[in-house]
């Protein structure tokens, strides 16, 4: 379901300046972006979101800020970066919204759900896996990602290789994530719960904790910008879907996040999204995930 298009221009000239400053492609104050369509008067079923977004022409988006690949906005910065915010231009696109015009809104895990329940947001695209008590209170649409809870560690640490090893250690992880319940519940680790993965990043780095647990895909790009302190360790010992989230009162946003997110898997545009952003921190560029069926 791509509309009538008209291209957007290219590179960001924050990713411009820093690129020219630093020369340095791979650190994430130069995550580029990408080049999406914006459909050019797109037709959608009066009174649905999509059409009242639209007709609005502009869309505020929540995504997170402190990971490096996936969502992030250095000091200096005017818009973040990274996998997610792509995903929101390119959904924003087909919508008839120019990136120009999407409101970008800091999420942390914690204040997802209420942030889509009391429409501080439109969208939720902050590594935000899909499950089945989230689905009872918000729309997920997706998967567009697919990773794994790993664990973070000092680089001269070897008492830590997978999460067997953690019983009794202290672990960060984030209030309201999928990451600190799996190793509290499963693993016997002593949990540190902070509001943010950069909190815990530097909890690590400053010795209070053991560990820092979530996504594998969050934490390389933590360990790529500390290669000498920290490293990602074990096999992945979880599944993460990442999903859109939508607001509980607009069912219908599934079947076009749905088909947005498939067309870009098939035109390339996710890809490209991709390269840019996760894949330059060690992240391999994924199969394409099948798609969850929308509810009829
Ligand atoms: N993907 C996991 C979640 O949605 C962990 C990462 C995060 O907290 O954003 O809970």
Do not use: H
Request: with cysteine.
């Amino acid at each position: 379901m791509k509309f009538r298009t008209t291209r957007w221009a290219a590179v960001s000239a924050a990713a411009l300046l820093a690129l020219a400053a630093c020369g340095d492609a791979g650190s994430d104050s130069s995550d580029e972006s990408g080049e999406y369509d914006v459909a050019d008067s797109p037709d959608f079923e009066e009174g649905s979101r999509m059409a009242e977004l639209a007709e609005q022409g502009s869309i505020k988006i929540g995504v997170k800020y402190d990971q490096p690949g996936i969502g992030f906005r250095g000091a200096g910065q005017d818009e973040p970066t990274g996998i997610d915010p792509e995903l929101g231009k390119i959904i924003a696109g087909q919508l008839g919204i120019e990136p120009a015009d999407i409101e970008w809104v800091e999420t942390i895990s914690d204040n997802r759900e209420p942030f889509l329940q009391n429409g501080t947001v439109d969208l939720v695209i902050a590594s935000y896996s899909i499950t089945d008590e989230r689905r009872e209170i918000v729309g997920q649409a997706g998967p567009y990602y697919v990773t794994g809870q790993s664990l973070l560690v000092a680089a001269d640490d070897d008492s830590i290789n997978g999460p067997e090893d953690l019983d009794g250690k202290t672990v960060c992880s984030v209030r309201g994530s999928t990451s600190i319940d799996t190793v509290e519940q499963e693993y016997g680790a002593e949990p540190a719960g902070f509001d943010t993965y950069s909190e815990c990043n530097d909890q690590l780095l400053n010795g209070s904790v053991d560990a820092v647990t979530t996504d594998g895909a969050i934490l390389l790009g933590y360990a790529a910008e500390n290669p000498d302190e920290l490293k990602v360790v074990g096999e992945p010992f979880s599944e993460e879907r990442y999903g859109v989230g939508y607001s509980p009162d607009a069912p219908e946003m599934c079947q076009f996040l749905t088909d947005t997110i498939q067309d870009a898997f098939d035109d390339g545009d996710f890809e490209t999204a991709f390269d840019l952003t996760l894949g330059k921190s060690g992240n391999e560029v994924p199969e394409a995930p099948e798609l969850d069926a929308c509810e009829s």
